[in-house]
């Protein structure tokens, strides 16, 4: 019998070990082709290592490479993601705590069809309402600029953000709730007092959560944006397309790991965080 438990525990380390490496060959194939010279690339082999390392391709990358007809690197539209998601998911994040604590403590006539209207935006194609949104910025003011681009995010990111809080604040016994307010809380203080204390790991969650789906979005930063607002993943379509002479490998995987590398960064420094918010009730419904 233990002799059985081992080969299961061997066979299983080994199916692990195979789908770690599958996954991360793609990665690893990057990194390595992005401080690799063009000769050697040329010459050698995909996933050899490099012969001598180069951050030459990281540098053109982000200052120098051409993305269309500008030739600035993606400097820019990396800064213009940063300006537009910073924003974007503080805004949906409180408001997503708020409409939860609302509808899962202050419940009113009419509260769950509330919650149901707000759900059914989790599953509308953003495709239906790009036109619809185009206009709304138009009046608005906001067409082709960063603050349009939060507008949107802030919008479609309410339903999901909702959803989470929503879930996770069911689990919070009402007697808290009740407590409290017979002690004279009212609605913010108990918000601010009661609720959002055990609110931390629901919060990493829904920001981590948040922050990937912005960050990776490249639907609405091409059709809502133009120009001097444009975020990064159309500046990494825009390099990746751009025409020259000699198709510069290094130079458009080191331009990924740069459009990728905030996410990447957030999942290996909060990563447990948000398995932990998860396993805490996340899901429930």
Not at 16 to 23: D, I, K
Not at 170 to 197: N, Q, S, T, Y
Not at 214 to 234: A, E, Y
């Amino acid at each position: 019998m233990h002799d059985q438990n081992k080969l299961w525990r061997i066979a299983l380390y080994g199916v692990l070990l195979y789908a770690a490496v599958y996954y991360l060959l793609p990665l690893y194939v990057m990194v390595t082709t992005s401080v690799k010279s063009m000769d050697e690339i040329r010459a050698g082999n995909l996933i050899a290592l490099p012969m001598s390392i180069t951050f030459d391709a990281w540098t053109k990358a982000w200052a120098t490479a051409c993305t269309g007809v500008d030739c600035n690197g993606l400097s820019g539209y990396f800064w213009n993601s940063v300006k537009m998601v910073i924003p974007a998911v503080l805004i949906s994040t409180s408001l997503g705590a708020l409409n939860g604590y609302v509808l899962s403590k202050w419940r009113f006539k009419g509260s769950e069809l509330t919650f149901a209207l707000i759900l059914f935006g989790v599953f509308i194609p953003f495709q239906v309402v790009l036109l619809p949104m185009a206009q709304t910025l138009g009046w608005f003011g906001l067409a082709r600029s960063v603050a349009g681009l939060i507008f949107v995010h802030v919008v479609f990111g309410i339903a999901s953000t909702t959803l989470f809080f929503r879930n996770y604040y069911v689990g919070i016994p009402d007697e808290l709730i009740k407590a409290a307010r017979l002690d004279g809380a009212g609605f913010w203080r108990i918000f601010f007092k009661v609720v959002l204390p055990m609110s931390t790991p629901i919060v990493m969650v829904v920001l981590i959560w948040q922050f990937t789906q912005i960050w990776n979005d490249f639907l609405f930063g091409v059709v809502f944006s133009s120009g001097d607002s444009q975020p990064i993943t159309v500046g990494l379509n825009n390099l990746a397309n751009t025409s020259t002479s000699v198709k510069e490998y290094n130079v458009d995987m080191a331009a990924a790991i740069i459009a990728a590398l905030p996410t990447i960064v957030v999942y290996v420094l909060a990563g447990k965080y948000f398995v932990r918010g998860l396993t805490a009730g996340a899901v429930k419904g």
